[in-house]
């Protein structure tokens, strides 16, 4: 059986937070924009799923599919920064002010990315109901004259 002592498994995620914290703001911002939007994507499906069927479990196996997805996708969560990013500071690996830039711009990235999926969200999800009302009640006025 393979075991990793645990003093490995933090030399890793130092290392990790120490690549995390050397990415430029761009690469910050698109990957904490998708991930904000994943989640809302996935927190929608939970909710959509445990509606649906009645059953808050299903919503709740559902939810996980977004996280397993931002971590294949190598994406950045704030959240997931906190712990990571973090002991490059600790360690010394990185500087704070560097550490914070990194935090705050991930932030900002997953704010943006989780407004523009409920912006995009909420238009499609009442914008064609309402553009269906505009082209059918007329049609259906029209005919109920007709038969009148």
């Not at 933090?10 to 904000?36: F, Q």
């Not at 704070?96 to 935090?103: E, M």
Request: aromatic share 10%.
């Amino acid at each position: 059986m393979d075991y990793v002592k645990p003093i490995e498994v933090v030399k890793a995620k130092v290392a990790a937070g120490d690549t995390k914290a050397g990415l430029s703001v761009k690469d910050l911002l698109i990957r904490g924009l998708l991930s904000g939007a994943l989640l809302g994507f996935a927190t929608s499906l939970a909710f959509t799923a445990a509606a649906q069927t009645g059953m808050p479990l299903v919503g709740a196996l559902v939810f996980p599919v977004g996280f397993v997805m931002i971590v294949l996708l190598g994406l950045e969560l704030v959240t997931g920064s906190f712990a990571v990013v973090m002991l490059a500071g600790v360690n010394g690996r990185r500087q704070w002010p560097t550490v914070l830039a990194n935090l705050t711009w991930v932030y900002i990235g997953n704010l943006i990315g989780g407004h523009l999926f409920t912006g995009l969200f909420l238009y499609w999800t009442y914008k064609p109901v309402e553009h269906k009302t505009e082209t059918v009640a007329p049609a259906a006025v029209t005919e109920g004259l007709a038969q009148a």
